[in-house]
């Protein structure tokens, strides 16, 4: 029988007795937690419940209280800023730590002197990649949804051959929701989709189609513009993101899978070096009919004795 812990339900703080007054004034009215009924069976004991969308602060009434000076509740919080004026100006002392990589952070001490950490992530500046000096990949932000849809809705039919997606592509609003979910997928660390850029124009995408972190694996997947084809772009482009996720993201396997009848794109991972592992029958259905799909797959060892550098020079 296995189990899995798979989260934290909530965080239980000790206070002095009758001091609930003095609870909600700091947890809901400076720190803005909403306050919520205690079970029928647990109300006489004293303390004070709080939550917040994905929070349950408990402070239970403790005989002999004494403050937690160095055990302490991490709060994520929007904002962080705005929250430590507050405090400042309710005279909370701030004090600050060691500056940690990702993230903004002050402690306070609640009215009773338990210790709490309030955290900020820091928004992590979207990578980008140079390809060659007219070509560059980013990840691309709500203001491209327009563009985007257009090339994706001019090369519509030709895209159809190979991806199922393009039907729920039919405005700008279908681009910026991938768009968003592209910006959600990379601030979850679960890899990035970003677009082809030549010059500025979008004439392409290619993303992680998320990551494992526990297998060490991620898959890629990409497009491109009819009339863009032929150049080497994607295979660049592909090396690039492959570089990425074996060097920043210590990733052992990149897989990668295509149609068998889909050749261009087959000639990608062969370029670069990937295995053809085996092929799934009827994997992918393309609007009246399946595909088998070839699974292509590169390990880091093979890129580290340099399967991927291949014939061809940069584009
Ligand atoms: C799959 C797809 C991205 C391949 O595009 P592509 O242009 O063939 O791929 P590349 O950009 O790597 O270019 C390789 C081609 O450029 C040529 N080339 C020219 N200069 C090159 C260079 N410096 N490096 C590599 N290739 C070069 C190659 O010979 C090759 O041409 P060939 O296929 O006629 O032999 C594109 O066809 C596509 O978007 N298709 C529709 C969507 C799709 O199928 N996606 C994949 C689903 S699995």
Redesign the pocket.
């Known amino acids: 029988m296995t189990f899995h812990i798979h989260g934290l339900d909530h965080v239980q703080l000790a206070m002095p007795p009758g001091q609930e007054a003095t609870a909600r004034e700091f947890y809901s009215g400076l720190l803005g937690l909403t306050e919520i009924a205690k079970p029928e069976s647990l109300a006489q004991r004293g303390g004070v419940w709080f939550e917040s969308i994905a929070l349950k602060l408990h402070l239970g009434v403790e005989g002999d209280f004494r403050p937690a000076l160095k055990a302490h509740p991490a709060l994520l919080v929007n904002n962080l800023r705005a929250l430590t004026m507050r405090l400042q100006q309710a005279g909370v002392a701030i004090q600050t730590d060691t500056p940690l990589a990702g993230i903004d952070r002050i402690h306070v001490a609640d009215p009773f002197g338990n210790r709490i950490e309030l955290v900020e992530p820091t928004p992590q500046p979207l990578p980008e990649f140079r390809i060659n000096d007219r070509h560059r990949l980013r990840i691309p932000t709500a203001r491209d949804a327009d563009e985007l849809f257009r090339t994706v809705d001019a090369n519509r039919t ?2 159809m ?3 199922p997606w393009l039907p729920a592509v039919t405005g700008p609003a279908d681009s910026r929701r991938t768009i968003e979910a592209g910006l959600r997928q990379f601030a979850n660390h679960q890899g990035f989709h970003a677009v082809i850029c030549l010059d500025e124009q979008i004439i ?1 995408s290619i993303g992680f189609h998320g990551i494992d972190w526990n297998n060490r694996f991620t898959s890629i ?6 009339s ?11 090396r690039a993101l492959i570089e990425h996720a074996f060097t920043a993201w210590n990733m052992n396997r990149i897989a ?4 068998t009848g ?4 087959q ?2 991972p062969e ?1 670069l070096g990937f295995t053809r592992e085996d092929v799934q029958r009827e994997a992918e259905w393309l609007y009246d009919h399946f595909v088998d799909l070839i699974n292509y797959a590169l390990l880091r060892r093979d890129w580290t004795n340099g399967a991927t550098r ?1 014939s ?4």
């Open positions: 030709y895209l051959q190979w991806l392409g997947g990409y497009w491109l513009a009819e863009d084809q032929g150049r080497g772009l994607m295979t660049a482009s592909c990668i899978r295509c149609a889909n050749r261009h794109s000639a990608i370029r291949e061809h020079s940069s584009v």
